[in-house]
C-alpha cells in the first residue's frame, strides 16, 4: 500500500512539474522551487481539491453518457485512502488523491441495495467499477467486499465475498443464476449463505466458502431437523434444530446444554442420500459417528449412541450425498496427488527461485505424498518431502551451501467450478527444513520462502493437482452424455476420510449412473445406517418411523360445508 501510494504521489508531482495537471492558485509563499534544468515550480498537492476535482469532473462524464445523478446531497468527506460524495440519484467516490484512476460511481438499480448493506462502512466496503451492463441483461458493480447483482426479473441483491469470486468463476455463472436474496445468516454455523437461482452459496470463518448446485427444480435441496438428548432411549433434555442445505453445520456453541451430552438421538425429514456427522469436537473434529436418513420424511431414531460416542457429541454436520457421486478416499487421491507432483517440473522451479540467492540447484522428492482430510476446514492437506541441493561459490568456505531435506505442507480447498470441473484452491501452505547442511543454513529461511512462494512450489502443486482433476472432464461429460446430460458437478462434500463429488440428485439420475459408470460411482444409499470412525455398524436400537398417512373422505354428496 505505501509503495504504490509513493509511486502514485511521485507520478502526481512529475506531471505537475510538467505542466501536465492544472495546479490550483496559491500565494507566493506557498510555492516550492524546484531545481531543475527547466525551473519549474510545485505547488502543494491539497487532497480535498484533487477528489474533489476527480469527482466533478466524472459528474459531468456521466451526464455526457445520459447518466443524470442530480444534485449533491451533501458536500464531499475525505475518509483516508478515499473521497465521496452523495447525490439525489446516486453516490460518487475517488482515490484521486492518493494517485488512484477513476471515479466509480453508484446508481440505478444497484444504489439502493448498497445504501442497505452500510454504503462503505458495510461489508461491500467502497465500490471498484460503475455499474456495468452485462449481455444477459443483468447490471453488476464490483466493490471491495464482493459485488451487486441486478437482475430485471429477480431484482438486485449483493454476494458477498469470497462466494462472490466462487459464483463469478463458476462456468461464468450462468447454471447458478442470479441471487434471489441478500446473503443471510446461518443459523448455528457462525456464517451466512447468498440464494442463487439454481443453488447456495455460504462461507463460515471455519470452513470457508463454497457453492452447492441444487439443480433446476431445486432437486439437490434439502431440510430437515435433528434432535439430541440428554438420556438413552429419547429421554432427559432435549435440543431440537434445522439443518438445510443453507445450514448444515451445527458447532459447540449452539448445542447449549446438550454439548457433551448427548446419548440418544432422532433425524426427522433427513433423506436417505444425506448423512448426519456428531463430532466428538465442537470444530467437526475428533470421534464420529455417521447417521443416515430414510425416504418419505421417515424418522431414523437411534436409542443409544454406544459407548464410543456417549456424552462426547460437540458438533454436528449435514452431508447431502446425491444419489451418485464419485468418491475420492484418502488412497485414491494420494494416487492422483502423487502423479500430479511427478509430472511437474520441480527443479525448474527451484532454479528459479535460487537466482535470488546467487545460486542454482535441484529440488527431488525423497518421499511419496500423503493426504489428509480435514472436514473442519473443508480443506485437503498435502504433505511431501524433497531433497533440496543448493550450488552456490563458496570462495574460501569449505561449505557454505544449504543442502537437506524439506517438508512441503499444502492445504488445498476442492470447490465446484463448472458442471464437469472440481478446481482445487491454495488455502495455506508451509516449507519446513528438516536437515540442513552448510555455512548457508542460516539465510535457508528466506530461501525457502522464496522457494515455496505462490510463483514457485505451492503455485506448481496447485497447478499440477487442478491439471490431474481436468483430466476428468472427458469422462464426466461422456458420462452425462449417457444419462440425458442430469449428471454433473453438484457439490463437494469434504467428509471424515473422504472427498465425495456429487454428480446427481434426481432417482432416474442416480440408477442411469449406476447402470452408464462401470463401477466407478458410489449409488448405494442405505437407510439409518449407524457407522461409526472406527468402521464399526450399529443394528441394535436403531428403527425407522415413518408418518401416518392420513385420508380426509368427502361428506356424502362430496360437498364440505363451511
Given amino acids: 500500500m505505501n509503495s504504490r501510494k509513493t509511486t502514485a504521489v511521485t507520478s502526481l508531482l512529475a506531471a505537475l512539474v510538467a505542466g501536465a495537471v492544472t495546479s490550483p492558485a496559491h500565494a507566493l509563499d506557498d510555492r516550492v522551487d524546484i531545481p531543475t534544468d527547466g525551473g519549474g515550480v510545485l505547488y502543494p498537492v491539497d487532497p480535498a481539491t484533487t477528489c474533489l476535482g476527480a469527482l466533478d469532473e466524472k459528474l459531468a462524464a456521466l451526464r455526457a453518457d445520459g447518466v443524470d445523478l442530480g444534485a449533491e446531497t451533501a458536500p464531499m468527506t475525505l475518509v483516508g485512502v478515499f473521497c465521496w460524495r452523495p447525490h439525489q440519484r446516486g453516490l460518487l467516490y475517488s482515490t484521486a488523491h492518493v494517485g488512484g484512476s477513476g471515479a466509480p460511481a453508484v446508481y440505478g438499480p444497484i444504489l439502493a441495495p448498497y445504501v442497505a448493506a452500510g454504503r462503505h462502512t458495510g461489508v461491500l466496503g467502497r465500490p471498484l467499477t460503475d455499474p456495468t451492463l452485462r449481455p444477459s441483461g443483468e447490471t453488476r458493480s464490483a466493490f471491495q467486499g464482493g459485488i451487486i447483482n441486478a437482475h430485471p426479473i429477480y431484482g438486485a441483491f449483493p ?13 461464468n455463472e450462468p447454471r447458478f443464476g442470479p441471487p434471489l436474496a441478500a446473503p443471510a445468516t446461518m443459523a448455528g454455523g457462525g456464517g451466512t449463505f447468498s440464494v442463487f437461482d439454481n443453488g447456495f452459496g455460504a462461507v463460515v470463518p471455519a470452513l470457508g466458502a463454497w457453492l452447492d448446485y441444487t439443480g433446476l427444480a431445486s432437486e439437490g435441496q434439502i431440510a430437515g431437523t435433528f ?11 432435549v435440543t431440537t434444530q434445522n439443518l438445510g442445505t443453507d445450514s448444515p453445520v451445527r458447532f459447540a456453541g449452539a448445542l447449549g446444554a446438550l454439548n457433551d451430552a448427548t446419548s440418544s438421538v432422532i433425524l426427522n425429514n433427513v433423506p436417505a442420500t444425506s448423512s448426519v456427522y456428531l463430532f466428538e469436537n465442537g470444530d467437526l473434529t475428533g470421534r464420529h459417528v455417521e ?7 421417515g424418522s431414523v431414531r437411534v436409542a443409544s449412541l454406544s459407548a464410543r460416542m456417549d456424552n462426547r457429541t460437540s458438533s454436528v454436520l449435514l452431508a447431502n450425498h446425491g444419489t451418485a457421486s464419485l468418491r475420492l478416499e484418502q488412497g485414491a487421491l494420494e494416487e492422483i496427488v502423487a502423479a500430479a507432483l511427478d509430472a511437474f517440473d520441480a527443479n525448474t522451479l527451484a532454479q528459479s527461485a535460487l537466482e535470488a540467492e546467487d545460486a542454482t540447484g535441484s529440488l527431488t522428492w525423497v518421499d511419496d505424498a500423503t493426504v489428509t482430510i480435514h472436514p473442519e476446514s ?19 568456505i569449505f561449505n557454505c551451501n544449504a543442502d537437506g531435506n524439506v517438508r512441503f ?51 506448481g502443486i496447485v497447478s499440477a493437482v487442478n491439471t490431474a482433476l481436468d483430466g476428468r472432464r472427458a469422462l464426466l461429460d461422456l458420462l452425462s452424455g449417457a444419462c440425458n446430460r442430469e449428471i454433473n458437478v453438484r457439490r463437494v462434500n469434504v467428509l471424515p476420510g473422504v472427498v465425495e463429488v456429487v454428480l446427481a440428485d434426481t432417482a432416474a439420475a442416480g440408477q442411469c449412473a449406476a447402470t452408464q459408470g462401470g463401477g466407478l460411482l458410489d449409488t448405494a444409499r442405505p437407510i439409518a445406517r449407524v457407522r461409526y470412525d472406527d468402521g464399526a455398524l450399529q443394528a441394535a436400537g436403531v428403527s425407522v418411523v415413518y408418518p401416518k398417512v392420513v385420508v380426509n373422505p368427502l361428506p356424502v354428496g362430496g360437498v364440505i360445508a363451511r
Fill in 409 to 459: 505442507d499444502v492445504w488445498l480447498r476442492p470447490q465446484v467450478s463448472g458442471p464437469y470441473t472440481v478446481t482445487v484452491d491454495f488455502v495455506q501452505g508451509t516449507a519446513t527444513s528438516l536437515s540442513c547442511d552448510g555455512r548457508g543454513c542460516d539465510q535457508r529461511a528466506d530461501m525457502l520462502r522464496t522457494l515455496f512462494s505462490q510463483a514457485g512450489v505451492a503455485s
Fill in 291 to 297: 447417521v443416515s436418513g430414510a425416504p418419505n420424511r
Fill in 227 to 237: 434432535s439430541l438428548y440428554g438420556g438413552a432411549s429419547f429421554t432427559g433434555a
Fill in 159 to 171: 454476494v458477498y465475498a469470497p462466494v462472490s469470486a466462487l459464483w463469478q468463476r463458476a462456468d
Fill in 378 to 396: 473443508r480443506t485437503v492437506q498435502l504433505t511431501r518431502t524433497a531433497y533440496l541441493d543448493v550450488n552456490r561459490d563458496c570462495a574460501l
